[in-house]
């Protein structure tokens, strides 16, 4: 079976320090790859999806970058924490098939508090 | 461009009662839709899927919701909510979108179960 791990679970960062939070997928292959944030109090914002090695889509511009070095681990990184980088951050994987209806499994999350 | 709405950002019902979360989408073809539910600090939960066929699924837990076409609508519902029900429930909607295969979520609803 299928199985998505995430760590670390939980992070505080100062501001302006590095960030890696790291996401691997096991028992399948080729899978498309997410990174979603939830802000507290508020739903899931889709940050990157990549649909194989080295090939990132951001969504929104921000302070995060993502890398995909191996096809089943996917990397959420910063140079500079901000503030506004605290939050819930999940890591997802979806089959990548021609049937692919989109449904995605999560990881456990990472908290990550910036102060 | 496809979008979710969750009309309800906190819903209280008392155990053994019955419970409907409400969920809207926009899309301009078929939709695939999706129910999640998320803990305190867990990831998502995939609680039930439409695809097509029988507009009634049946999910985990004991849940089920109804594709409605005509309204837009894939209500959530339970004949008879327990207090491990209480947490925070996601809609989502699934197509095609800049040649990928990507969830757009709700903001979601909170559950509260007074005993």
């Known amino acids: 079976s299928q199985t998505i791990h995430q760590w670390p679970a939980t992070l505080v960062q100062p501001v302006g320090s590095p960030l890696s939070l790291e996401c691997t997928v096991e028992?399948?292959?080729?899978?498309?790859l997410y990174w979603y944030r939830q802000a507290a109090g508020r739903g899931l914002q889709l940050l990157f999806y990549?649909?194989?090695?080295?090939?990132i889509s951001s969504e929104v511009p921000q302070n995060l970058s993502a890398s995909r070095p191996q096809d089943r681990q996917f990397i959420l990184s910063s140079k500079k924490l901000l503030l506004s980088d605290s939050g819930f951050y999940l890591c997802?994987?979806?089959?990548?098939?021609?049937?692919?209806?989109?449904?995605?499994?999560f990881g456990e999350g990472s908290r990550l508090t910036v102060l | 461009a496809q979008s979710v709405t969750q009309p309800d950002i906190h819903i209280t019902v008392s155990e053994g009662a019955s419970l409907e979360l409400r969920c809207n989408y926009s899309?301009?073809?078929?939709?695939?839709l999706f129910w999640y539910v998320q803990s305190p600090g867990q990831g998502l939960q995939l609680l039930l899927k439409?695809?097509?066929?029988?507009?009634l699924v049946q999910g985990i837990k004991g849940f089920e919701a109804e594709f409605k076409r005509s309204q837009s609508s894939f209500n959530l519902r339970k004949p008879s909510v327990h207090w491990s029900d209480a947490a925070e429930y996601f809609c989502?909607?699934?197509?095609?979108?800049?040649?990928?295969?990507?969830?757009?979520f709700g903001s979601g609803t909170r559950l509260q179960v007074q005993p």
């Open positions: 997802a994987w979806s089959v990548r098939t021609a049937a692919n209806t989109g449904e995605l499994f």
């Open positions: 028992g399948t292959s080729n899978p498309n």
């Open positions: 990549s649909v194989g090695i080295g090939q």
């Open positions: 899309y301009g073809a078929t939709p695939y």
């Open positions: 439409y695809f097509s066929g029988d507009t």
């Open positions: 989502a909607v699934g197509g095609t979108h800049t040649g990928r295969r990507a969830l757009t």
